[in-house]
């Protein structure tokens, strides 16, 4: 007992001399979030974590600080990962379709990011071009090696998580595209539509992308529809979190359709603050509230709010100011698409 409190001791002295750092800072920047990282990984020393939950815990936060690290400097550039087969070769019209997609996405102003490897993913690298390519690689017991596209390029990144992968894949996306797959893909399709429908994520466009003749994506569908949705897993709004497109140009289109007057959005306490490129109309304000009465009210204009001063980058955007029910983004998505004069 006595030994206890021995250790215990030094680790909250450890623990105030981090409180009193903090208190130095006059709450500059990030100093809270950076002691509550040091307060947590201190107090690991005293939680009895066995040696295999701590290598987990450091690997995965070295790979994703080295992640954070390499995205940062291209922040304000928005992003579309691409997922798909790493079975698909270069003569294969899938190929084909992947490289057209993402060199258009580039010429728009887009960077891609992929996985790294053959396939769907080396295609997008060679479409966009090694300028506008993230590579986020995953170590495989059967090494998966980068594609010539994005080997040794700074903006490669190895993981040997799939989780912390995963996360930058979505963190960083400002749109997901996939094509056809196995398991891998079918993962992080369910993974992107999971986040989005359920407020974990942004929302944002999701698109299948087909041959014009081909049937993966419209069986996929019948499936949803017929042994998902019919049973009452899902209801019928949430599958128009999905796209099906079958050409580039189109792809292109709908991405950069989605963020021509909608921005970005952010809850502040039970508010959700929606940023827009232009300034919200009467009209249109009138016709959310009238059609989308079922998740939002309240709607305003409004300026910047005091909780938005940590984002400085977005504070000259318009905003509209609407209570929000936190429960169908499905509809939440419909209504960004009225908010861009799709609809």
Avoid: C
Avoid at 29 to 48: E, K, S, Y
Wanted: net charge neutral; no cysteine; proline share 5%.
């Amino acid at each position: 007992m006595v030994k206890d409190q021995q250790q215990t001791k030094p680790l909250a002295d450890i623990v105030a001399q981090i409180d009193e750092w903090l208190q130095a800072q006059n709450g500059a920047g990030n100093a809270d979030q950076l002691a509550g990282i040091m307060r947590t990984v201190v107090r690991l020393a005293n939680d009895n974590a066995g040696r295999g939950d701590l290598k987990i815990l450091n690997r995965a936060m070295q790979e994703l600080r080295h992640a954070f690290r390499i995205f940062a400097p291209y922040r304000q550039i928005r992003k579309v990962s691409i997922f798909g087969s790493t079975r698909v070769e270069e003569s294969d019209p899938y190929y084909r379709l992947a490289r057209s997609l993402a060199q258009g996405l580039a010429e728009a102003g887009f960077m891609v990011i992929t996985g790294a490897g053959p396939g769907i993913m080396q295609a997008g690298h060679e479409g966009a071009g090694r300028d506008k390519s993230f590579g986020v690689n995953i170590r495989l017991p059967s090494a998966q090696l980068a594609n010539r596209f994005i080997r040794d390029d700074p903006k490669l990144m190895n993981f040997h998580f799939f989780f912390t992968r995963k996360l930058m894949f979505v963190k960083e996306a400002d749109a997901v595209v996939i094509f056809p797959g196995g398991f891998g893909t079918q993962d992080e399709l369910f993974e992107s539509i999971t986040l989005v429908q359920t407020g974990k994520s942004q929302v944002l466009p999701i698109i299948l992308m087909d041959l014009p003749d081909g049937t993966y994506w419209s069986r996929w569908q019948e499936f949803l529809r017929d042994d998902v949705m019919n049973r009452g897993y899902i209801i019928e709004s949430e599958l128009n979190l999905v796209k099906i497109l079958t050409s580039a140009e189109s792809a292109v289109k709908e991405i950069a359709t989605f963020y021509r007057n909608y921005h970005s959005y952010r809850f502040v306490n039970q508010d959700l603050v929606i940023r827009l490129n232009h300034p919200p109309s009467p009209a249109l304000i009138d016709r959310l509230s009238r059609d989308f009465a079922d998740i939002v009210t309240d709607a305003k204009p409004t300026g910047p709010l005091p909780e938005e001063t940590d984002e400085p980058d977005t504070l000259h955007l318009h905003r509209l100011l609407v209570r929000f029910n936190r429960e169908d983004f499905a509809r939440l998505r419909q209504m960004i698409a009225v908010i861009n004069g799709e609809e």
